[in-house]
T-cell receptor, first 112, second 114 residues
């Protein structure tokens, strides 16, 4: 079993829809949770960063962490065609060598 | 502008050849990382370095080598021992302190075998 599981999709939704992207994990030591967005043939860019549990909002994006269920989510409101990309979740433990464990990535397409 | 520069953008390797991928950062970050990304897959850690003149193997280090002689530079060599080198290679760096687990990425190098 992988430490981090993420549905690879692809996921296709109409413009303006609310998108929900999710990851589950098995390592209870994970404390830092990140979402990266990766456009085709580009490097990942950091979208959201959360420490421990709770919600964090940034514009149209909301990140949620539920440590009791070992489940994290990224919500995109009023989705735009420019949101079409692969979304990678990543997480790491509080201690240790700053190593991130990545999910497989979900490929998202927003249709105009 | 501060950032991470990877070069070249595209690289071709012949059978039995070693090739070196460049990664330079001007963010004054202590730690640097190399990842490999295969189609439809997440990122897998090859090597990482937390300080100059020190580095550790990641999950898939076989067939790769690195050096960290300067804080700004972390080149990756793909040796002839790596039998399946075709992939997208990403370099990253991270800040010290409380945000130390946030990693910032370069634009990547796409390596193919001739």
């Amino acid at each position: 079993q992988k430490e981090v599981e993420q549905d690879p999709g692809p996921l296709s939704v109409p413009e303006g829809a609310i998108v929900s992207l999710n990851c589950t994990y098995s390592n209870s030591a994970f404390q830092y949770f990140m979402w990266y967005r990766q456009y085709s043939r580009k490097g990942p860019e950091l979208l959201m960063y959360t420490y421990s549990s709770g919600n964090k909002e940034d514009g149209r994006f909301t990140a949620q962490v539920d440590k009791s269920s070992k489940y994290i989510s990224l919500f995109i409101r009023d989705s735009q065609p420019s949101d079409s990309a692969t979304y990678l979740c990543a997480m790491s433990a509080l201690q240790g060598a700053q190593k991130l464990v990545f999910g497989q990535g979900t490929r998202l397409t927003i249709n105009p | 502008d501060g950032g991470i520069t990877q070069s070249p953008k595209y690289l071709f390797r012949k059978e039995g050849q070693n090739v070196t991928l460049s990664c330079e950062q001007n963010l004054n970050h202590d730690a640097m990382y190399w990842y490999r990304q295969d189609p439809g897959q997440g990122l897998r850690l090859i090597y990482y370095s937390q300080i100059v003149n020190d580095f550790q193997k990641g999950d898939i280090a076989e067939g790769y080598s690195v050096s960290r002689e300067k804080k700004e530079s972390f080149p990756l060599t793909v040796t002839s021992a790596q039998k399946n080198p075709t992939a997208f290679y990403l370099c990253a760096s991270s800040t010290p302190g409380l945000a130390k687990n946030i990693q910032y990425f370069g634009a990547g190098t796409r390596l193919s075998v001739l």
